[in-house]
């Protein structure tokens, strides 16, 4: 038994080490977390690198080949200010702001009751007239029979001459009845004629097809041709043809030399900013604008899109060529010096607060002085320009301001 339990026995060598080892070891370890807090704290408190940055950005390709640029408006080149020709009351309105009208379309309806009164007086004065020829026709028949057999009675000495000029009196009375009650007809025509005229001026129709931009006027207001009546409206509704919107833009007449009819164009709104539109020089209006020293160009839009409304704030880009349906996307592009080379790898630095990190791109075409970035960094992002060999990733840098 004794035996056995001495052959349990073991020494901890762990235990036995000398106090001198543990020492060492603990002081070693201090050592390694000094360091590394040195290491750390150089880091990210040295000196920062000053740095020159830029922001990755979005370019459309026309930009490479975009030879002047100008701002102007959007304005209807078909527009109306829709009123009516005779004074009266509106009693009935038929559309509203956005309210798209074809041709001829009913906009508004004014009081006009005593405008069909007339016309049903005239109508009524018509119906008289032919009557009145009717009658006049068979007066002048039943002249030309009495006529006719005193023409023959005289050649046998039977009547006499004065009862002969009598009947070719009566004969030739009744002519001129006849013309004068045709006469009569023609007049009462024409003013039934009229008074439809007025009639129809009481009905107000777009006079072509449009859109309504404003509604000036409503049921119970008093419209007149000039609006000179007190509390009177001039126009009724405001209306623009949408199919003819155009951007008008001032040109610089020192730049006339890039702007030529037909040229290409890209059309930017202030209101969508991220799209963009083609378009065409319409026209360049021939006459200068000697305040400004400028000249008027039309620029009209190539594809119709219901977005566009008159009176849009518009920059215009005069393209060298048109743009393919390719170049018509957005791009991602930075500034070429930002770009480092490693073989056939590239990469940027990116600036994350106050410090930068490499992150391998992807680059592809040249849009002037901009180079695309098919992959790595996102638009909105700064990069570091033109970077210093000394440059890591994770060493904190200075932006410097210019």
Do not use: W
Request: hydrophobic residues 45%; contains cysteine; glycine residues 4%.
């Amino acid at each position: 038994m004794a035996d056995n339990d001495i052959s349990k026995l073991k020494i901890d060598r762990a235990l036995t080490l000398p106090a001198s080892s543990k020492r060492r070891q603990v002081f070693y370890l201090v050592i390694v977390v000094i360091a590394f807090i040195f290491t750390g704290t150089f880091y990210f408190m040295g000196p920062a690198v000053e740095v020159e940055v830029a922001t990755v950005s979005e370019i459309y390709p026309s930009q490479a080949f975009t030879l002047l640029n100008a701002s102007g408006y959007v304005v209807a080149q078909r527009k109306a200010a829709v009123a009516s020709k005779t004074t009266g009351r509106i009693v009935s309105v038929n559309v509203e702001e956005g309210n798209h009208v074809k041709k001829g379309d009913l906009i508004a309806r004014l009081e006009n009751e005593d405008v069909t009164a007339l016309r049903e007086q005239a109508k009524a004065n018509l119906d008289v007239a032919r009557a009145n020829v009717r009658k006049a026709q068979a007066e002048l028949h039943e002249a030309e029979v009495h006529f006719s057999r005193y023409k023959e009675l005289l050649k046998s000495e039977l009547v006499s001459k004065t009862d002969y000029d009598s009947a070719e009196a009566l004969y030739k009375k009744a002519n001129a009845s006849v013309a004068e009650a045709e006469a009569a007809v023609y007049a009462n025509d024409a003013a039934l004629n009229g008074a439809e005229v007025s009639l129809a001026y009481t009905f107000i129709r777009a006079p072509f097809d449009a859109v309504v931009l404003t509604k000036n006027a409503d049921i119970g207001d008093i419209v007149t041709p000039l609006g000179a009546a007190a509390n009177a409206k001039a126009a009724v509704v405001t209306i623009a043809d949408m199919g003819s919107l155009q951007v008008e833009a001032d040109v610089s007449e020192s730049n006339l030399q890039y702007v030529r009819l037909g040229q290409p164009c890209e059309i930017q709104l202030d209101a969508f900013p991220e799209v963009r539109f083609r378009g065409e020089v319409h026209m360049i209006v021939p006459t200068a604008d000697r305040s400004k020293a400028s000249v008027m160009i039309k620029i009209r839009f190539l594809d119709n899109d219901n977005r566009v409304l008159p009176e849009m704030s518009a920059k215009v880009a005069f393209l060298e060529r048109p743009v393919t349906s390719e170049e018509q996307k957005p791009r991602t592009a930075i500034n070429p010096s930002a770009v480092m080379h490693h073989g056939d790898k590239k990469s940027v630095f990116v600036v994350e607060n106050t410090h930068v990190v490499e992150v391998p791109v992807r680059t592809g075409s040249k849009f002037g002085d901009m180079i695309e970035i098919v992959s790595g960094v996102e638009a909105g992002e700064r990069v570091v320009l033109k970077p210093l060999e000394k440059l890591k990733s994770g060493v904190r840098v200075k932006v410097v301001e210019k």
